[in-house]
C-alpha cells in the first residue's frame, strides 16, 4: 500500500477531506510491488471517490522508487497534477508516453532502471514544465535528442550509461545549470558547450576524455567541474579565467602522473606562408578585391602567445605545454599555441591569473588531484 504524506493540510466543518488547495505525495518506495500491483493500487484510487479526475488531481508527486516495476500502467495519466515523478530502482526498459499527459510534470527522475536508446518517449520535448530529468545509470548508448526540446530545462543527469556522443546542439539548452556526463564513453565534447551561459556545475568523470574544448572560458557562472578518470595530458590555458570555479577535480588523469614532452608539428603550406607574411608585416589588402575565401582565411589568424614572438599562425601551429601554479601547490600543465618551434627555445609567458588568495581567480577551494 502507498504512504500519503500531506504538503498542505485542511478540512471543511463537515469533517469530509476537502481537495482545493491541498497536495499530497503518492509515495510507494521500497513497497516491492510489481506493476500489476501499482495498476490496480492507482485505479483504487482514481474510483475511490466516484470521480476520475476530483481523486487524482489531488497528488503533486508519485514516488515508485526501488520496486519490481517493468512497466509503468496507462493510468499514471489520470493524476494530471503530478509535478514530481520519480521512477529510480526498477527494472524499466521504457517510459511510456502517459506520462505526456502529466501537463504540470517538472522533476522526472528515472535513474538505475534499464532504459534503452528506444525507451524515452520520442515527444518527450512537449512536456515544457520539465525543469529536471534524470536518466542516470541506465542503459542508454546514444544522448537522448528529445532532450534539447526541453528549453527550460535546468537539471540533466544522463551519467552512469554508455552514451559515446554529445549532439553539438548541446547549446539549445541555455537555462542548464547541472550537466551531468559522468561514467560514459565519451572520446570528446563538443565546443557548443560553451553556449551554456548559465551553467554551474559540469560533471565529466570517467569517460575517455583527452582534451577539452577551449569555449569551456565562456562558462562565467561554471563553479564546478570535475574531470577525474579521463585521459586528460593538459588543460586548456582559458580555465585560469574561470573565475567563479570554485572545485576543480583532476585525479586519476595522465597529467597528473605525466606530461606531454614530444609534441608533433606540421610545417606550414605555402598559403600560410603567404598569409603570415601579409599578417605579421601589415600589408594592406581591401576584402573586396581578393576572393572571399581568401579573405575569410587572412581574418581567421591567430597570435601568437609567446610575447618575443610577434608572429601569428592559421592551422600550423606548435603546441607547448606551459605549467601553471594552482593554490601555490600544484603544477597544472596547460595547452598552449605557438607559431614557430623556435617560440620553444625562448621563454614564454601567458596572460594568466596565478590563483592565489589576493588575485579574483583566487577563489578557486579545491583542486583535486589524488
Known amino acids: 500500500m502507498a504512504n500519503f504524506v500531506d504538503y498542505s493540510y485542511s478540512s471543511s ?70 509535478k514530481l515523478l520519480n521512477l529510480s530502482g526498477n527494472n524499466l526498459t521504457f517510459i511510456p508516453d502517459a506520462i505526456l499527459m502529466l501537463k504540470n510534470l517538472t522533476s522526472l527522475i528515472a535513474k538505475n532502471n534499464r532504459l534503452e536508446d528506444d525507451g524515452i518517449p520520442k515527444n518527450l520535448g512537449i512536456c515544457k514544465t ?20 526541453l528549453d527550460g530545462l535546468k537539471f540533466l543527469y544522463v551519467g552512469g550509461n554508455q552514451i559515446s556522443m554529445i549532439p553539438n546542439t548541446i547549446g539549445r539548452l541555455q537555462r542548464l545549470k547541472v550537466l551531468y556526463l559522468g561514467g560514459n564513453c565519451l572520446t570528446e565534447i563538443p565546443a557548443e558547450v560553451g553556449q551554456l551561459a548559465r551553467l554551474q556545475a559540469l560533471v565529466l568523470s570517467e569517460n575517455q576524455l583527452e582534451n577539452l574544448p577551449s569555449t569551456i572560458v565562456q562558462l562565467k557562472k561554471l563553479r564546478t567541474l570535475l574531470l577525474h578518470k579521463n585521459q586528460l595530458t593538459t588543460l586548456p590555458p582559458q580555465i585560469v579565467a574561470l573565475k567563479e570555479l570554485m572545485e576543480l577535480s583532476l585525479r586519476d588523469n595522465p597529467l597528473v602522473v605525466r606530461f606531454v ?62 605549467f601553471v601554479d594552482f ?27 596565478p590563483l592565489d588568495s589576493d588575485s579574483d581567480s583566487g577563489r578557486l577551494k579545491k583542486v583535486l588531484l589524488g
Open 13 to 82: 466543518d463537515s469533517g469530509e477531506s476537502d481537495y482545493s488547495g491541498k497536495s499530497q505525495c503518492l509515495d510507494f518506495s521500497y513497497a516491492m510491488i510489481n506493476s500489476e500491483s501499482l495498476s490496480h493500487n492507482l485505479e483504487a484510487i482514481i474510483c475511490e471517490s466516484g470521480s476520475h479526475l476530483k481523486r487524482a488531481d489531488y497528488y503533486e508527486s508519485m514516488i515508485l522508487q526501488h520496486n519490481r516495476l517493468n512497466t509503468l500502467p496507462d493510468s499514471v495519466a489520470f493524476f494530471v497534477n503530478i
Open 130 to 149: 520539465l525543469r529536471e530529468v534524470n536518466f542516470s545509470g541506465n542503459c542508454l548508448t546514444r544522448f537522448p535528442e528529445q532532450l534539447l526540446e
Open 261 to 322: 614532452r614530444d609534441l608533433t608539428y606540421n610545417p606550414p603550406t605555402l598559403l600560410e606562408l603567404a598569409g603570415r607574411v601579409i599578417k605579421s608585416n601589415c600589408v594592406p589588402y581591401n576584402t573586396w578585391e581578393i576572393p572571399q575565401h581568401l579573405a575569410a582565411y587572412l581574418g581567421s589568424a591567430h597570435q601568437c602567445v609567446n610575447p618575443k614572438c610577434q608572429g601569428v599562425y592559421f592551422d600550423s601551429r606548435v603546441e607547448h605545454v606551459k
Open 327 to 353: 593554490c601555490g601547490k600544484y603544477r597544472i600543465p596547460l595547452l598552449q599555441y605557438l607559431c614557430s618551434p623556435n617560440c620553444t627555445k625562448n621563454p614564454v609567458s601567458v596572460e594568466c591569473c
